[in-house]
């Protein structure tokens, strides 16, 4: 959960280089992440670091992509 945490402040900081809508559309998906993470928070606890490791792949990618596509800067 404190991976998801991290994650929460690299999808808030996606404002200085992407526009507000596709912020919203990330925070979205981070609570997305998130609710998936207080869902296995019991019954696979293992499995919390890969979910903060691949929300912070999926910001990734998403903002590589939306600067080359959209030449975001």
Same mark, same amino acid.
């Given at each position: 959960? +404190? +991976?998801?945490a991290?994650?929460?402040?690299?999808?808030?900081? &996606? @404002? /200085?280089? @992407?526009p507000?809508?596709?912020? #919203?559309?990330?925070? !979205?998906?981070w609570? @997305?992440? /998130?609710? =998936?993470g207080?869902?296995?928070? =019991?019954?696979?606890?293992?499995? !919390?670091?890969?979910? @903060?490791? #691949? &929300?912070?792949?999926?910001?990734?990618? =998403? !903002?590589l992509? +939306? &600067?080359? /596509?959209f030449?975001? &800067?």
């Amino acid at each position: 959960m +404190g +991976g998801l945490a991290c994650a929460f402040f690299l999808y808030g900081a &996606s @404002a /200085l280089v @992407a526009p507000w809508w596709f912020v #919203a559309l990330l925070m !979205l998906v981070w609570v @997305a992440f /998130l609710v =998936t993470g207080c869902r296995w928070w =019991t019954p696979y606890p293992k499995r !919390l670091p890969i979910l @903060a490791v #691949a &929300s912070i792949v999926v910001w990734f990618v =998403t !903002l590589l992509g +939306g &600067s080359v /596509l959209f030449d975001w &800067s």
